[in-house]
Every structure is written in C-alpha cells, then in structure tokens.
C-alpha cells in the first residue's frame, strides 16, 4: 500500500457535463492526494470516460473547476497538462512505428528536453516491460504491449498524475494480471486514477475508490472502509446436528434463520450486532457438533448494485 500525502495533485469541484438536456456527469467533486491510486469504478455510460476526457483537457466540462497539481486546468489548460499523463480507452499508438520511435516521439510532444530523451524513452521502457521490444512495430505487438506501449507514452515525462481509462479492456487473464501489477507499481511514485467497469481490478490495485453512475457519485471511500462496508449481516451456521429453526431464531441478535441443506443454515442479523458468540456457546451447550461458524462478506458487486438500485429507488420515488 501507497504511503499517504496531504499534498492535492488533483481537485475536481461541481463538475458538470450536459449534451443537450442530457447530464451525462452532474456535480462531481473529489479530490486526489499524492501517493493514492483511486479507482473510478462504473457500469458503461455511467459517466468514466466523460469524466477522464475533462480531467485530461481533452473535453470542455459545462460547469465546475479542475485543477492539476494546483493549476487551474481551464485557466492555464497548457501548464496543467504537463503534469498528466493520460492512456484513453484506446491507446494512442501508431503501428507503422517502433516502440522507440514512438515513444522518442512521444517525449518531443511533452517536451522533454533532447538531451534527456534517450533516457527518458530507456526508463518508460523499463518500467513497461518493453526493453526486449524497443526496435518492434507496434503493430505486430500483441494487445498486452500495446497497451504497455500506451503507458510508457503516458509516463514518459514523469507527471504526477497518471489517468488511465480502462487499461485491461481485451487483455487475456496473464495480460491483465501483468497490467495490473504495473499500476501497482506505478502508485508507488505517482498519483493514478484508473478508470474501470472490473470490480475486481478496483479491489486488487488501488487505494480508494469511487463508483459513479447515471454521472453521479454514489459512492467515495477509502478500500478499507469498503472492507467495512463488505461485512454482511448474516452468518453460515454448519453442524452435524442442528436444533430446529425456531431454537436458532430464538438466540440473541438472530433476525432470522434460512435453511441451506440438512447441517447448514443461514443466520441473520442486524447489521450492528453479532450473535456468532451465542451461538458458539449455545453449540457447545446443545452439543451440535459445530462444524462451520462463517461470516458472509458482500462482494464489490452486491454493494455497487445496491447503491445503484437505491439511487433508482429514489429517483423513481421522487
């Protein structure tokens, strides 16, 4: 995990975007600190990539403010962007290149100076796992380097902040992992925010996340306060002789019991209490021949669908 910074490389106020009467992102606020890998996490349309596009300069927001390691994003769009290196959702490579042309290319673009290109271009490499590729066109690369290759470009100037908007998209199962790993790496030395539908991606690399939908954000945390939020109100009871439903229900905290199979059932509870105590001693007491005492876990999924829905609710309701 990323040591934390007070330092803001990136601070998002009321942001909006509309495409006639339609919001495709309504009143976004958050902020990035130095160090922290944020996943941006949404179903597609909920409003990811709208958001990257005006964080990165590259689309107009019709209200709000973005500044980029303290630099109105607006005022001085130049300044602001030397300090973000940006991977859209389809990389921005040119297949008739080398990885080292493009890369050199690249480098000019972001103006770093002649002197230190080669070095520079050598680093991204380096931190891409491209260094046995450097003299290959991009276009008889696989997916996998070619999204290594839309990485490098956006490293390359060494920014503080780093946007990516769903780099894995494609890639096989080995692919991702390597991706990932790279992200990982790429937190320890710069502020990322990686954009993403792959709730498992969130959970694997970053350090907080925030789930947006419909272009609102429903939810913002930190990772171990979506660990929090995980914890289920419900246990799994197993034993080898189970008293009858009604004597479960009549334990302490126990909302209700549903059954699962003959030596297993379903505990519930309220979401403030454990009765896993109780009905230890009351196993030891009865003499069930407890086998299993587990507490269930919401998964990233159930909890991004229950806000979702409770945002729908809501809205239908209003």
Known sequence: MQTMSSEVLVKVEALDRFYGVHAAVRDLSFELAKGEVLGFLGPNGAGKTTTMQMLTGNLAPSAGSVEINGIDLLENPKDAKRAIGYLPEQPPVYNELSVDEYLDYCARLNRVPRAKIRAAREEAKARCGLTNVGRRL???????????????????????????????????????REIRALIAE???????????????????????????HRGRLVLSDTI??????????SLIVG????????????????????????????????????PAESIARCAVDGDWGLTELTPERKSLEEIFVDLTQSEESTKEAA
């Open 138 to 176: 991009i276009g008889n690369l696989s997916k996998g380097y070619r999204q290594r290759a839309g990485i490098a470009q956006a490293i390359i100037h060494m920014p503080p902040v780093v946007i990516l908007d769903e780099p894995t998209v494609g890639l096989d199962p080995i692919q991702i």
């Open 186 to 212: 790429l937190g320890e030395s710069h502020s990322v925010i990686l954009s993403s539908h792959i709730l498992p991606e969130i959970q694997a690399v970053c350090s907080r996340v925030q789930i947006i």
């Open 224 to 233: 171990a306060g979506l660990s929090d939020r995980m914890q289920s109100d």
């Open 239 to 274: 034993a080898r002789s189970l008293p009858s439903l009604d004597m479960l229900a009549a334990i302490p905290d126990v909302t209700r019991v549903e059954p699962i199979d003959e030596h297993r059932v379903r505990v519930f509870h309220a979401t403030d209490t454990n």
